[in-house]
């Protein structure tokens, strides 16, 4: 069986479970003003906690600021809108998940060349592995290996 006949199953079930998660994670989102709230304060990270977003920092300036959302939500600005006045306000690490493009992009690509890069590695080693003759004594090493003995057990 050929090495991409032995992978076909394997990047098969890898585009399934892909697929799976990409569809699970689009689904529709809350168009509500609670919702959009929610899902504005939870892109926001805590100027006050560590590594908690707005929405779910129990602080009075993540209430603060959950509070200036909502008001921006109900005077109807856009989510892109809201999310900029507080880049401009707390400069881009307020942001939860970094900007696609800059330095942003580096955060995002650099762990994925990691990934792919190691994958890479690991399968060029196993194949090296793998085509390396499996070496066995022949008769000469054999006939050697028992005068060797056979010379260490008259000298005991």
Request: aromatic share 4%.
């Amino acid at each position: 069986m050929s090495a991409a006949r032995k992978l076909l199953p394997w990047v098969a079930l890898l585009v399934v479970v892909t697929g799976a998660l990409v569809v699970g994670a689009a689904g529709r989102p809350d168009s509500s003003a609670a919702g959009r709230t929610r899902r504005i304060a939870s892109e926001l990270r805590c100027p006050v906690c560590q590594g908690l977003s707005v929405a779910d920092s129990p602080s009075s300036t993540a209430r603060a600021m959950v509070a200036d959302i909502r008001r921006r939500v109900d005077a109807g600005e856009s989510d892109a809108a809201i999310r900029q006045a507080y880049v401009n306000t707390y400069s881009e690490q307020i942001l939860l998940q970094p900007k696609g493009s800059g330095f942003g992009a580096l955060v995002w690509a650099l762990p994925v060349a990691v990934l792919v890069l190691s994958v890479g590695g690991l399968g060029l080693a196993f194949r090296r592995w793998r085509r390396r003759p499996v070496l066995s004594p022949t008769e000469a090493d054999r006939r050697l290996v028992e005068q060797a003995l056979a010379d260490a057990h008259e000298e005991t």
